[in-house]
């Protein structure tokens, strides 16, 4: 059973990219589920998973259940249910009498999020370099290769995909079926944020080189290059994301106060018409 799982992962190719079926590469792990049909709220997670990730919708912005089944061409119970799926996953927050919206991020949740990851990517990248697969390194050397070129681009939604992907194939490969549940969770949680700095060109090559690295760790078989590559891998994107959501939370308390000067602006003019 372990054996034929190891196979179809090693087997296949072309994985990395976002024409590989782009909806469901934020959602579902590489040969999970390939002959079952997925429900109606699990294609819809999908669709609202991606554009979380894309900024479509921004931290903390309301869901709204009939708006989102108008536009997807649903009944609100199927919506109910796919909101239902993120909000296990950590992506959407639902409260009593206010429905559902984007969860935000706060500091101390990011710092958490980077620890376990960086542990977690560390185990299956020594674990992957003990093993020594030959197909498996010819995958990570796709994917890395993949990642230079999106860099290279500029195509940063192109990048954000083989990112996930590579970190997803990393934790899929090494076959810790529990690393693997808690990556794929965590991964998707900070993407919405980590997007923001994929646009600088210079923390997309370091974060290129260090994949880099961590595949020629494994490749050369060393368990020690391997985790400390992983390592600086989260480090990395790690200050980087905490940078961007300091910044997120000064561009919203911004926005805040440049609305609250508008009303205030517009309240006067209001009550000078009433007056006359």
Known sequence: ME???????????ERFGSRTDLAGAFFNSFGARTSAIKTLPEQLAEKLVEQIIRGVYAPGQRLHEMKLAEL??????????????????????????RGASVAKLTEKHLRDIFS???????ICAEELAERGSIKIQANLDEG????????????VGEYIVVVYQLSMYL???????????ILFSLGRQTLSLTRRVFENRAHRDTWSNNWRNIVEGIRAGSVKQARQAAHDLLSDIKAAAMSALIELEREE???????????????????????K
């Open 3 to 13: 054996h034929d799982k190891t196979e179809r992962l090693e087997t296949e190719s």
């Open 72 to 97: 997807f061409g649903v009944s609100r119970g199927p919506v109910r249910e796919a909101l239902r799926l993120l909000e296990r996953e950590g992506l959407v927050v639902m409260l009593s009498h």
């Open 116 to 122: 376990v990851r960086s542990a977690l990517m560390a």
């Open 144 to 155: 890395t290769a993949k990642l230079f070129k999106a860099s290279a681009s500029g195509d």
């Open 171 to 181: 934790a899929e490969a090494s076959g810790n079926d529990i690393a693997r549940t």
């Open 253 to 275: 308390q911004q926005a805040a106060v440049t609305e609250a000067a508008k009303v205030s602006v517009r309240k006067p003019a209001v009550e000078r018409r009433t007056l």
